[in-house]
């Protein structure tokens, strides 16, 4: 089915660890996105993607890596994982003429923990 | 700085008692504003897109409105199945600005 994934579901792994989540989208959408979701901060943009190999900073970008070597493939790396990057992470899409400001399609989230 | 502010944080209502959510911002170069919702352990569904002052949507029991200001999403004659987590969102540049969402509770 068409569409957009994320893996894990669910992570726990502990503070230093070098750890990737994964997004897949089936839709040939040019821009892909990363965001944080924690309460009292609500949805926070991480990174964001154009296309293949064009990636830029969101509002919170400090300790994360992204990488864009396919269009449908997004993945987020945290490299040195720390307890103030638990939280829940949603990828999205968004494609047509408007790019950008077409809607975004959300996948389902991956929820990490860090000990 | 882009911001999106919703309100109320929470809203209980009774099966059909019709109500309206808010969303206020304040933006440079808004190219468009987006309401999603979400429920929980989920991931935000896209509802309507606004793009200018004046421009209205519905879908079912919803209805979203834009000025420029701010936007309403009205609930017309809510359902237990309408209980979920109301975010707007605008969008400037590249970058999507979200609100702190409202909760809504419709009680049967």
């Known amino acids: 089915d068409a569409g957009i994934t994320q893996s894990p579901r669910y992570k726990i792994t502990e503070t230093g660890r070098q750890v990737t989540l994964m997004c897949h989208q089936t839709?040939?959408?040019?821009?892909m996105f990363w965001y944080r979701q924690d309460l009292g901060h609500g949805l926070r943009l991480i990174y964001y993607?154009?296309?293949?190999?064009?990636?830029d900073k969101g509002e919170v970008p400090d300790g994360y890596v992204v990488s864009r070597s396919k269009t449908e493939n997004f993945p987020l790396t945290l490299e040195s994982a720390t307890r103030s990057q638990t939280s829940v992470y949603f990828c999205?899409?968004?494609?047509?003429?408007?790019?950008?400001?077409?809607?975004?399609?959300f996948g389902d989230g991956t929820r990490l923990s860090i000990l | 700085e882009d911001q999106v502010t919703q309100s109320p944080e929470a809203l209980r209502l009774q099966e059909g008692e019709s109500s309206s959510l808010n969303c206020s911002y304040t933006?440079?170069?808004?190219?468009?504003l987006f309401w999603y919702r979400q429920d929980p352990g989920k991931g935000p569904e896209f509802l309507f897109t606004?793009?200018?002052a004046g421009e209205e949507k519905e879908k079912e029991r919803l209805k979203a409105t834009l000025t420029k200001k701010e936007s309403f999403l009205h609930i017309t004659a809510p359902k237990p199945e309408d209980s979920a987590t109301y975010l707007c969102?605008?969008?400037?540049?590249?970058?999507?600005?979200f609100g702190g969402g409202t909760r809504l509770m419709v009680k049967p």
């Open positions: 606004l793009y200018s």
């Open positions: 933006v440079s170069g808004l190219r468009g």
């Open positions: 999205a899409s968004s494609g047509g003429t408007g790019g950008a400001a077409q809607p975004q399609h």
């Open positions: 839709w040939s959408h040019s821009y």
């Open positions: 969102a605008v969008i400037a540049g590249n970058m999507l600005t």
């Open positions: 993607s154009a296309a293949a190999d064009i990636t």
